[in-house]
């Protein structure tokens, strides 16, 4: 009998603690949505959603219908009631490697990554756009400081609460060995914006779903990032919610190669040999450019 994922780790940071999933209850047919941070995680929640839900506009925020559960700077056992409380197909965020998530053959799992670089500046944005003090440490003024402890730094664990490199890469590695089974799925996030069509359709199919083609149009329509920061641009109170200053920046711009014009050549070549290091070259193309593996 082959390897089945277990969750042997338990992550616990300013980000992450993922102690819930020992007492949390999955149900058949659930969903668990897990990222690095900053990889398209709320992208892929929304589409599920709508999926789930089949249309393309919500009656709550998807924070709300989607959860973070293993949440470190919130209250798990709330969340977690939250979700027991849900009597649709539900769908888990998290950002915890697969070795940290209660595994069951009967539930799916989605992963979703991003160029590691563009996942670093991004991050900074976010971290920026913070109200709580949450990895200001990580991301100081100088911008080629804080790279170079992204690529240079070793997260010892492997949880995302350093935001290295290091800790992309492992997340990355805890569901590749696994994407053989039928209910594991890794996406990437530039094969999202070059077709998203046809990655909201093989979501579609892995989930089971046989929308309408016009059920299918308002999907996508309403999956493209434009729409989806206009929506978070109306939802918005004024002065930020208690965590973000700007809600409708969190979605920031939606575009790759966020790098340029921040970093020098030498940095950049750091990061290559970096990563060269950390995985075999078929693995970094896909990890940075996706199924295309390319720029």
Known sequence: MSELPSRTKTYIGPMTNSSVWSQFELRPDDVVVSTPPKSGTTWMQSIIAMLIFGKSKMDCAIGEISPWLDCGFRDNDAIAVSLDAQTHRRCIKSHTPLDGITYRHDCTYMAVYRHPMDVHFSMRKHVENLKIDLLKDRF??????AFQMFVEDETPDGGNDDMTLDSIVYHYLSFRKFDHLPNVHLFHYTDMTRDLRAQISRAASILNYDHPSDVMNDIVDGAGFATMRSKAEQAAKPGGSATFKDEAAFFDSGTSRKWEGHLSQ???????????????REDVIWLEYGESGAA
């Open 266 to 280: 030498t940095g950049v070549d750091k990061y290559k040999a970096r990563i060269a290091d950390l995985l075999p």
């Open 140 to 145: 100081p003024e100088s911008i080629s400081d």
